[in-house]
């Protein structure tokens, strides 16, 4: 008998209000479900640690020109090398951000931009997707979640996440150190420390095969960026989805999920 389908996609949270190829991918998973039946799991990749990857680009209510406004952070080891899920929120910047909101966006989404009451990067926002009716009926698996890195395999190219100056960071494992990418060819080395698997998360090119351990999918979507890098032959039982196409992909929906209508 074969399992019911588990149809997935993965992203890293992608700026307050979602990015139209996140909402893509989650419709089309929405479409084949309605198609084939079976569960749809998000594998929410929130122990990135690029800063870019929250950059929310809004389009002006009359200008229609576009505005790239992204979370300030407590501090620049945060910004620069902290995971998502650890990047802490500075003060103020919720409120300074509902001022400018006006411009881009309707009185509905600000105030469930005002709702929101979380103080790391990824709790905010999941808790906006959420709110905005994107998740429903979805399972959200987290690459954070200490649960998921016990079960997940051991996998050769991997990130530890570690202290340097008093601050979690996601360094990277090469030859038995910790390396951070400051730009170009320049790294800082983290001094070594023994480390346990609820603090690895996979690289790129190791993130399918240590999600698969986990989620067990069945169908992946998967934009046209992830094609480039991803490996099929590790995981023969996957049947891939290319994402539904979308305009302006990189710009951030400010649309409530027809769901929950």
């Not at 800063?51 to 020109?65: A, D, F, G, S, W």
Request: with cysteine; hydrophobic share 35%.
């Amino acid at each position: 008998m074969n399992p019911a389908p588990v149809i997935c996609f993965g992203q890293q949270v992608s700026g307050f209000f979602p990015k139209r190829f996140f909402v893509a991918k989650i419709q089309t998973a929405r479409r084949l479900q309605s198609e084939i039946g079976g569960e749809i799991a998000f594998f929410c990749h929130d122990s990135d640690h690029d800063p870019r990857e929250t950059q929310t680009v809004l389009r002006h209510r009359k200008t229609n020109e576009p505005a790239i406004l992204n979370f300030a952070f407590k501090n620049r080891i945060q910004r620069k090398f902290s995971p998502q899920y650890l990047k802490e929120i500075a003060d103020g910047w919720q409120e300074k951000t509902i001022l400018q909101l006006p411009n881009y966006v309707s009185h509905s989404l600000i105030n469930l931009f005002k709702e929101a009451s979380t103080n790391t990067v990824a709790d905010f926002c999941l808790e906006m997707y959420c709110k905005l009716g994107w998740l429903d009926d979805i399972r959200v698996v987290r690459s954070s979640d200490p649960a998921v890195r016990r079960a997940a395999c051991d996998v050769p190219e991997f990130f530890v996440d570690v202290q340097f100056e008093s601050k979690i960071v996601r360094a990277r494992y090469r030859d038995g150190s910790f390396q951070l990418h400051e730009g170009g060819n320049s790294y800082v080395t983290v001094p070594a420390t023994p480390f346990g698997k609820e603090q690895i998360s996979p690289a790129r090119d190791s993130r399918l095969r240590w999600m698969q351990s986990v989620v067990h999918c069945t169908h992946y979507v998967a934009g046209p960026g992830e094609k480039a890098y991803l490996r099929p032959e590790e995981t023969p039982e996957i049947t891939f989805v290319d994402r539904e196409t979308i305009d302006r992909p990189d710009e951030a929906c400010t649309e409530i999920s027809p769901e929950t209508d």
